[in-house]
């Protein structure tokens, strides 16, 4: 069974350019969140898709969006890439099962914004 | 409200010890408390997670305690193993309603040999 898969692996890119990264969830699982995690701090939530909709959102500007497919895969947008964006860019899904929701991470991005 | 606290930042055991990492938040509504292992370069790892109507919870070598009335919780690796030399990420969650998980800054563990 493979667990969540996320493209590319390494990424670098400039001040004021775009980005898509993309996220594959585990087998049978639909729902995908997506975390920002600085050097050396916790996972930040970003936001999460459900059934193809932005079903909540953190504290994060409009620069980021994303989406999710029918096949519940997902992308996360970055516009307007700023330097403080640098950073690892995971993805987590999940599936509710009795009461139980259970987050499992992928191995993420890392993005490096020059 | 929406913080976890956790401590220590850091931490060296030798082989053998029991690290003990902890966790402490406000808002009495979370419900659901995992705890993720997270090496360099990989994403976190769940390792185990508790209800607040339970008091402790083991898996193989890892055991949460979780006091409801002081609103703590912590992880404690009985038999701690160079191997598990990483950085250990609490968390903190509602089961409904709100989905995202509230993280701890980490603690980074080493383990001598």
């Known amino acids: 069974d493979a667990g969540v898969t996320q493209s590319p692996t390494h990424l670098i890119k400039t001040r004021g350019q775009q980005v898509t990264l993309r996220c594959s969830p585990k087998s049978g699982h639909d729902t995908v969140s997506w975390y920002q995690q600085a050097l050396g701090q916790g996972p930040q939530f970003i936001f999460q898709y459900y059934e193809e909709e932005e079903r909540q959102r953190g504290n994060f500007p409009d620069r980021f969006s994303g989406h999710q497919f029918p096949n519940y895969s997902s992308e996360l947008n970055v516009n307007a890439l700023l330097l403080g964006d640098s950073a690892l860019y995971l993805c987590a899904s999940s599936l509710e099962v009795a009461g139980a929701y259970e987050q499992y991470f992928g191995p993420g991005t890392r993005l490096t914004v020059t | 409200q929406q913080q976890v606290k956790q401590s220590p930042q850091s931490l060296i055991v030798q082989k053998g010890g029991i690290p003990i990492i902890n966790c402490a938040y406000e808002?009495?509504?979370?419900?659901?408390f995992p705890w993720y292992q997270q090496f360099p370069g990989k994403g976190p790892a769940l390792l185990i997670a508790i209800r607040p109507d339970v008091s402790e919870k083991k898996e193989g070598r890892f055991t949460i305690s979780f006091n409801k009335s002081a609103k703590q919780f912590s992880l404690h690796i009985m038999d701690s193993q160079p191997g598990d030399s990483a950085t250990y990420f609490c968390a903190a969650s509602y089961m409904s309603g709100t989905y995202k998980y509230i993280f701890g800054t980490g603690t980074r563990l080493k383990v001598l040999a």
């Open positions: 808002n009495t509504a979370f419900d659901y």
